[in-house]
C-alpha cells in the first residue's frame, strides 16, 4: 500500500549503505527514532521521565551531516482507523547545536506526547531496557539545556 504512493521503506540494518542510491532527487525522510537503541555506547543518554535514558544518533547525525531541517512528527488516533499528525519545527539550521542537543529536544517533545497520550506510545520498546552506568556511559551524557 505504501509503495503505491512512492513510499520507499529502508530497514535500519540497510540504511547506511542504500540511502545514497534514493537521494538524487527531491526527498523527505521519515525516521522513527523513538525505539531504544541497539547500542547503547553509541547513543546520546539524555534525561527522559526523569531517568538517564538511551537514544539513537542518527536522525541528529543525519540532520548535520547535510544540513537538513528536523521535523517532529507526533502522531495520534482520533477514531478507529484514523490518525493525524501534528508536525513541530525542531530547527531549520541543525549544525548550530552542540552534538547531543538536538536528541535531547527531541526527547523532550516525546516525552510530552507520551504525557498527552500515553496509550499511543509503543511501551514495547522497552525504553530503559538498558541501566545507565556512570562508567560505560558517563562520556556519553548530554548535557541540559537552559530553558
Known amino acids: ?3 503505491k504512493n512512492g513510499t520507499i521503506l529502508i530497514p535500519a540494518s540497510d540504511f547506511k549503505t542504500n540511502f545514497h542510491t534514493y537521494v538524487k532527487d527531491r526527498y523527505a525522510l521519515g525516521l522513527a527514532a523513538d525505539q531504544n537503541p541497539p547500542n547503547p555506547s553509541k547513543a546520546h543518554w539524555v534525561s527522559f521521565f526523569n531517568r538517564l535514558t538511551p537514544f539513537v544518533v542518527g536522525p541528529e547525525k543525519g540532520a548535520k551531516m547535510n544540513n537538513t531541517a528536523m521535523v517532529f512528527a507526533h502522531f495520534y ?3 478507529r482507523g484514523y490518525y493525524h499528525t501534528q508536525l513541530t519545527l525542531l530547527t ?3 549544525n548550530a547545536y552542540e552534538n547531543g542537543q538536538l536528541t ?3 526527547a523532550k517533545y516525546v516525552e510530552q506526547a507520551v504525557r498527552k497520550e500515553p496509550a499511543n506510545y509503543l ?3 522497552r525504553r530503559w531496557k538498558f541501566e545507565f552506568n556512570e ?3 558517563g562520556s ?3 548535557k ?3 530553558n
Open 1 to 3: 500500500m505504501r509503495a
Open 77 to 79: 488516533k482520533t477514531k
Open 92 to 94: 531549520l539550521n541543525p
Open 104 to 106: 535531547q529536544i527531541f
Open 123 to 125: 511501551w514495547s520498546h
Open 135 to 137: 562508567e560505560k556511559f
Open 140 to 142: 556519553l551524557v548530554v
Open 144 to 146: 541540559q539545556m537552559p
